[in-house]
C-alpha cells in the first residue's frame, strides 16, 4: 500500500491507464475489461485492474491537474512499479487543424507549471516529451483502426480559468490544444525511467467555442480508450 492508494503487492499491472476522472475509470473498466477488480476507492480515485485481449492491465483515476496526477504517477512507478503509463483525457482544442472529437497524441507537453524550474532551478527549462516508442505504436493501432489522430506539442495549464495566458503566442508556436496534467506525467517518467504517453480526445474548441455533444464526446472517448488500449498491450 502507499499513502493514495491500497492496493496490495501485485494488485496492479505493469501497463495502466490513467483518466482524470475516476467515474472514468470505472467506465473503463466496465466497458472495456474482462474480469475487472477494484483495487483503490480511496478519495473515491477508482483504480481497476482487468484484462484486455488476454493481457493484463490496469486503470486508474488521477484527479485533475499537475498536483494531483504526480502523486498518483510517483505513487504508482514507485510502489508499484507499473513502467508503462497512458493518459486518457479530453482537451481544448487551439489549432484549426483540429475539430471535436478528433484524437491528439501528444508528442510534447510545454507547461507553465512550477514543476519545471523546482526540478531544474531557473537556468534549465525541462522538455517533457512523451515515449517514441509508445507514440509510434498509437499512431500505428489508430492507423488500422481508420481512427483520425493528429500528433504534436500541448501546453499542461497549471490554471482552468487563466486570463493571462497568451494563447495566440502558443498558437503561433504551435501548440496545438490544451489540458492539466502530462507534462507532470512526461518528466516523473523520466524520472522513474517509465514509458508515458498521452492521448486525448478533442471536446470543445477555443477559437470556435464549439463544445462536443454528448454522442461525439462519448464515441471519441471510446475511439481514445481503443487505441489506448492497444498501444498498451504490444
Known amino acids: 500500500m502507499s499513502i493514495h492508494i491500497e492496493a496490495q503487492a501485485g494488485a496492479i ?26 483495487y483503490n476507492t480511496v478519495r473515491n480515485i477508482f483504480g481497476y485492474t482487468g484484462m484486455y485481449r488476454g493481457e493484463r492491465i490496469s486503470v486508474q483515476g488521477t484527479g485533475m491537474g499537475i498536483p494531483s496526477i504526480s502523486i498518483y ?23 484549426r487543424e483540429l475539430d471535436i472529437g478528433d484524437v491528439l497524441i501528444a508528442q510534447g507537453a510545454t507547461t507553465d507549471s512550477s514543476l ?23 499512431y500505428t493501432a489508430a492507423g488500422a483502426r481508420r481512427i483520425p489522430v493528429k500528433v504534436g506539442n500541448i501546453i499542461s495549464v497549471d490554471r482552468f480559468y487563466d486570463d493571462e495566458i497568451d494563447n495566440d503566442k502558443l498558437r503561433e508556436y504551435g501548440i496545438l490544444a490544451v489540458e492539466m496534467e502530462t507534462a507532470a506525467l512526461y518528466t516523473l517518467g523520466a524520472k522513474y525511467g517509465a514509458k508515458c504517453l498521452g492521448i486525448f480526445t478533442v471536446s470543445d474548441h477555443l477559437l470556435t467555442g464549439a463544445r462536443a455533444s454528448a454522442e461525439a464526446r462519448q464515441t471519441g472517448f471510446n475511439d481514445m480508450v481503443t487505441v489506448a488500449l492497444e498501444t498498451a498491450i504490444q
Do not use: H, Q
Not at 116 to 138: E, M, Q, V
Open 73 to 95: 504517477a510517483t505513487e504508482l512507478m514507485r510502489d508499484y512499479g507499473v513502467r508503462t503509463l497512458i493518459r486518457v483525457g479530453t482537451c481544448g482544442a487551439m489549432n
Open 13 to 38: 499491472a505493469d501497463r495502466i491507464l490513467l483518466p482524470g476522472d475516476p467515474l472514468r475509470a470505472k467506465y473503463i473498466a466496465e466497458n472495456f475489461l474482462e474480469d475487472a477488480v477494484c
Open 116 to 138: 519545471i524550474r523546482n526540478i531544474f532551478g531557473a537556468s534549465i527549462n525541462y522538455a517533457p516529451l512523451g515515449d517514441f516508442g509508445l507514440l509510434c505504436k498509437a
